[in-house]
């Protein structure tokens, strides 16, 4: 099987000030000295990205010249109501989604993608990913939550960190595929409450 890797977008203004994101189209910022994050030419890859600007940026910036392909399922996860909207101004307009400083996991942005709905198309692309067949290396550029959903659902981190941390900016990221894990649905059921609510992402988006 070939290489995977993940690569977050380029950074947006977006970012700097802590405004949520999630689906909306919001365009890069300039990147200084880009230059240092260009994948020179050598073994033959693939590369797909989100049709989001930012990702499609960091497409421009790292593989300069090289045919990229878009896959509308690596865009972001809607947020809603919540996208545009400060992090604090989100914690004052909804005051209980909150725990510990970052959005409950029962916390369901209004008008936005589900947890459960967000994770399944992201399992969609991973199981793809398994049957693909593909000899080439296989770079998928896309999102913060993007890739933390992933790295869950490959069984590499647990719903409580999902989005405790961000992924760097620009920087490819291996992706060993746990294809017996990802064969399963034992990972999504983490995702629903006892009493069958879906979860939703952190602060991270």
Known sequence: ?????????APTRSNVEGVVMGGSDVPAMPVPDARRYQLPPGRARLV????LRRALTAASIVFPGETVLVEPDLAERSMGALEGMTHAGVRTRWPNAYVDGTLDVRFDPPGGESMIVFARRVLGVLRGLCKAGEK???YLITHNGWIRTASFLNGQLEPQDLFR???PFLQPIPLILNVETLASDRRLDLLVTRGGSEVV?????
């Not at 797909?48 to 049709?51: A, D, E, G, R, Y």
């Not at 992402?201 to 988006?205: E, N, T």
């Open 1 to 9: 099987m070939s290489n995977i890797f993940l690569v977050r977008h």
């Open 48 to 51: 797909l990205t989100s049709p």
């Open 136 to 138: 080439r290396d296989r």
């Open 165 to 167: 941390e961000s992924v």
């Open 201 to 205: 992402g952190r602060r991270a988006f």
